[in-house]
């Protein structure tokens, strides 16, 4: 059971430049959601989705594209890096983000990506 | 804007020693949830609390939601060196699908 999987782990970009984080999760769920994650400053929410071929912004969208196609993938684009996008990167998917769910809430997260804008 | 807020910060204390840290917002929440980060992974998942005054027992942590659904705390009984990590807290609205993270408890238990 691979639960959810990011990749890549590391990567260094160029300011301008372009990339897709990719998120994938094998647990059926149906919600899906992109953090980052600065010192000091916890998880912050950038995108989210409720299902495959619905997504919303979170607290801090600008910079970042998202979409879902299928229920098992869930990509974040970043459309031209620059410095302060420099951060950890997180995906995690819950079976639903209902408070009162019986196939409960919990969040499941990847095991981060590591980016770096120079 | 929700916030959440932890204190402490940082918290450095010997094996064996009792502690309690809090998270705090002026917002109400359906339901919070607690999880523990070590470093190069993911958070896990510790804990939710749904109800107001709800106290919820893992082994030696003990898990407290505020009676207006506001704040809560974990509280860490004879600490050992393998409670080391960021604690977080995170908070669902009672509106929408986002949920909120507080910016973690650093605790680091010395041997």
């Known amino acids: 059971n691979a639960g959810v999987t990011q990749t890549p782990k590391f990567q260094v970009l160029k300011t301008g430049q372009s990339m897709t984080l990719q998120c994938a999760q094998d647990m059926n769920h149906e919600y899906m959601s992109w953090y980052r994650q600065d010192p000091g400053m916890g998880l912050r929410l950038i995108h989210y989705?409720?299902?495959?071929?619905?997504?919303d912004q979170g607290e801090v969208p600008n910079g970042y594209n998202v979409s879902r196609s299928t229920t098992e993938d869930f990509p974040l684009r970043l459309l031209s890096a620059a410095p302060s996008q420099t951060s950890v990167y997180f995906c995690?998917?819950?079976?639903?983000?209902?408070?009162?769910?019986?196939?409960?809430?919990?969040?499941?997260f990847g095991q981060g990506t590591r980016l770096t804008v120079v | 804007t929700q916030l959440l807020e932890q204190s402490p910060q940082f918290l450095s204390i010997q094996e064996g020693e009792n502690l309690t840290v809090y998270c705090n917002s002026s917002?109400?929440?359906?339901?919070l949830q607690w999880y523990r980060q070590e470093p190069g992974e993911g958070p896990v998942l510790l804990v939710t609390?749904?109800?107001?005054?709800e106290v919820k027992k893992l082994k030696r942590l003990t898990f407290q939601f505020g009676d207006a659904r506001k704040d809560s705390s974990l509280h860490i009984t004879a600490a050992q060196t393998g409670d080391t990590g960021l604690y977080l807290c995170?908070?669902?609205?009672?509106?929408?699908?986002?949920?909120?993270f507080g910016a973690g408890t650093r605790l680091f238990v010395k041997a």
């Open positions: 995170a908070g669902k609205n009672t509106g929408g699908f986002k949920t909120i």
């Open positions: 917002s109400v929440f359906s339901s």
């Open positions: 989705s409720v299902g495959a071929g619905i997504t």
């Open positions: 995690a998917s819950s079976y639903s983000d209902l408070p009162y769910s019986t196939g409960g809430t919990e969040a499941f």
């Open positions: 609390v749904v109800t107001g005054g």
